[in-house]
């Protein structure tokens, strides 16, 4: 089994490591145009953005050729999961991608202009993470097929989200002085858009993931709106582990089916 992930502050590489198999970062992958997987269970794992599919996971999906019998998709939500098993279901059948198994999980949400993170981590015990994980996992092992299905409305408020995505994203960020140059945030992005010199520089292509907020250990990053200065990793995952992610080598890994 292969499971291809996005992540930024843990859970779905969480939830990648839950399921088995070998794990692969779908940015890390899209970098190396690694395009062609195989393998008997192919996985897609990732946290729901703007309640759809991230335009990165997207982006990837349109190019990649999945050759398994069964080919499913994890996704992580917040609060609301809108329209985004749908989404994801049919990226797939325009890209000739047909999934057996789609279905979400409610987790920590990371978005801080809307969440406490302090409030957020207190109700964990009451979105029952690891017991809904188990099913998922034993589902998922078990060879089930199961589509999570939405109704059409919330394809209609996918679009109005789509509609006013901010493209100027990055520019609700601020760096203050307590900034070391230690360069997390730049070994964390998952698309290389920040460059350190004397300080963090953005440079257009941010994926609203905010890793670079969540994992900078002086907490000099911020964004407008945030609720305070809490913020959150999986407490299951290490900083290496999402560093490591976004830097694997797949050389080794075309022994495991990817090309």
Same mark, same amino acid.
């Given at each position: 089994?292969?499971?291809? /992930?996005?992540?930024?502050?843990?859970?779905?590489?969480?939830?990648?490591?839950?399921?088995?198999?070998?794990? /692969?970062?779908?940015?890390?992958?899209?970098?190396?145009?690694?395009?062609?997987?195989?393998?008997?269970?192919?996985?897609?794992?990732?946290?729901?953005? /703007?309640?759809?599919?991230?335009?990165?996971?997207?982006? /990837?999906?349109?190019? !990649?050729?999945?050759?398994?019998?069964?080919?499913?998709?994890?996704?992580?939500?917040?609060?609301?999961?809108?329209?985004?098993?749908?989404?994801?279901?049919?990226?797939? $059948?325009?890209?000739?991608?047909?999934?057996?198994?789609?279905?979400?999980?409610?987790?920590?949400?990371?978005?801080?202009?809307?969440?406490?993170?302090?409030?957020?981590?207190?109700?964990?015990?009451?979105?029952?993470?690891?017991? =809904?994980?188990?099913?998922?996992?034993?589902?998922?092992?078990?060879? $089930?097929?199961?589509?999570?299905?939405?109704?059409?409305?919330?394809?209609?408020?996918?679009?109005?989200?789509?509609?006013?995505?901010?493209? =100027?994203?990055?520019?609700?960020?601020? !760096?203050?002085?307590?900034?070391?140059?230690? %360069?997390?945030?730049? %070994?964390?992005?998952?698309?290389? =858009?920040?460059?350190?010199?004397?300080?963090?520089?953005?440079?257009?292509? &941010?994926?609203?993931?905010?890793? &670079? *907020?969540?994992?900078?250990?002086?907490?000099?990053?911020?964004?407008?709106?945030?609720?305070? %200065?809490?913020?959150? *990793? =999986?407490?299951?995952?290490?900083? %290496?582990?999402?560093?490591?992610?976004?830097?694997?080598?797949?050389?080794?890994?075309?022994?495991?089916?990817?090309?």
């Amino acid at each position: 089994m292969i499971v291809l /992930y996005f992540t930024s502050t843990g859970n779905s590489l969480y939830i990648a490591k839950r399921i088995g198999g070998e794990n /692969y970062s779908i940015p890390s992958l899209l970098r190396d145009g690694r395009f062609i997987i195989e393998n008997e269970k192919i996985g897609i794992v990732f946290p729901v953005f /703007y309640v759809g599919v991230p335009k990165i996971v997207e982006k /990837y999906l349109s190019h !990649v050729k999945l050759k398994s019998d069964y080919i499913f998709g994890v996704l992580s939500y917040g609060m609301f999961s809108g329209a985004a098993t749908r989404h994801l279901d049919n990226i797939g $059948k325009r890209n000739g991608i047909n999934f057996s198994y789609i279905n979400e999980i409610l987790m920590i949400d990371n978005y801080l202009p809307r969440f406490d993170m302090n409030r957020q981590v207190q109700s964990q015990n009451k979105k029952r993470i690891e017991e =809904n994980l188990s099913i998922i996992v034993n589902e998922v092992n078990s060879g $089930k097929k199961y589509i999570k299905r939405h109704t059409g409305v919330t394809e209609i408020l996918r679009s109005i989200y789509q509609l006013l995505y901010d493209k =100027n994203f990055e520019r609700k960020f601020s !760096v203050d002085s307590s900034c070391n140059v230690c %360069k997390v945030c730049q %070994k964390v992005c998952p698309v290389d =858009n920040i460059e350190v010199n004397r300080r963090p520089v953005f440079m257009n292509n &941010c994926q609203h993931c905010l890793a &670079c *907020i969540h994992h900078c250990p002086r907490n000099a990053i911020s964004i407008a709106g945030e609720k305070n %200065k809490a913020r959150f *990793i =999986n407490q299951n995952i290490k900083l %290496k582990d999402i560093i490591d992610s976004n830097n694997q080598d797949h050389r080794s890994a075309m022994k495991q089916g990817l090309s």
